[in-house]
T-cell receptor, first 109, second 115 residues
Framework: SQQGEEDPQALSIQEGENATMNCSYKTSINNLQWYRQNSGRGLVHLILIRSNEREKHSGRLRVTLDTSKKSSSLLITASRAADTASYFCAVSGTYKYIFGTGTRLKVLA | SAVISQKPSRDICQRGTSLTIQCQVDSQVTMMFWYRQQPGQSLTLIATANQGSEATYESGFVIDKFPISRPNLTFSTLTVSNMSPEDSSIYLC????????????FGPGTRLLVL
């Protein structure tokens, strides 16, 4: 299975700290995407990184991709209480997307 | 980006009944996907629904249990048939403008509880 596996499963930090989440996968991919989900609601797309890219930034988000290690990381800098959510990576090899197990992030005010 | 709505947003159903979930997109899209998210779990792809052809189901999901319609490029339905408590989940539809190279956008989800 291509399913991404994320670690840590849960992360609790203080507001203002940085949060890093990792995603590993098993096979070749076309791209990797990160999503946020608040309280069991719909997923919000955060960032897409293609297989030929190594790093992308979007606001306080920084994503890296290492295809040799089949892994990606999501860094959220200067975290806020509103960042509290579950974060999922999704990998795409053909036409469909396979989601990781998710990281539950809690940012304490 | 696409704006996606789902109906109903939530429902409580009795076992043995069926529920049809609607997914509406504000623009024409090639690919629509249906996912299930069981409590505390990640998303599992149920099927891919392309207009003009039968849905493609993932391993563990069958058409008799989850019939899907895709009558046009902006609309799809997923029916959860003969429900049991194990079907209690969030059901999400998503769209992509083309294949795996594009961003996937999600609807708000339908929260289903089967008693």
């Amino acid at each position: 299975s291509q399913q991404g596996e994320e670690d840590p499963q849960a992360l609790s930090i203080q507001e203002g700290e940085n949060a890093t989440m990792n995603c590993s996968y098993k096979t070749s991919i076309n791209n990797l995407q990160w999503y946020r989900q608040n309280s069991g609601r719909g997923l919000v797309h955060l960032i897409l990184i293609r297989s030929n890219e190594r790093e992308k930034h979007s606001g306080r988000l920084r994503v890296t991709l290492d295809t040799s290690k089949k892994s990606s990381s999501l860094l959220i800098t200067a975290s806020r209480a509103a960042d509290t959510a579950s974060y999922f990576c999704a990998v795409s090899g053909t036409y469909k997307y396979i989601f990781g197990t998710g990281t539950r992030l809690k940012v304490l005010a | 980006s696409a704006v996606i709505s789902q109906k109903p947003s939530r429902d409580i159903c009795q076992r043995g009944t069926s529920l049809t979930i609607q997914c509406q997109v504000d623009s024409q899209v090639t690919m629509m996907f249906w996912y299930r998210q069981q409590p505390g779990q990640s998303l599992t792809l149920i099927a891919t629904a392309n207009q003009g052809s039968e849905a493609t189901y993932e391993s563990g999901f069958v058409i008799d249990k989850f019939p899907i319609s895709r009558p046009n490029l902006t609309f799809s339905t997923l029916t959860v048939s003969n429900m049991s408590p194990e079907d209690s989940s969030i059901y999400l539809c998503s769209v992509a403008s083309s294949g795996s190279g594009e961003t996937q956008y999600f609807g708000p989800g339908t929260r289903l509880l089967v008693l």
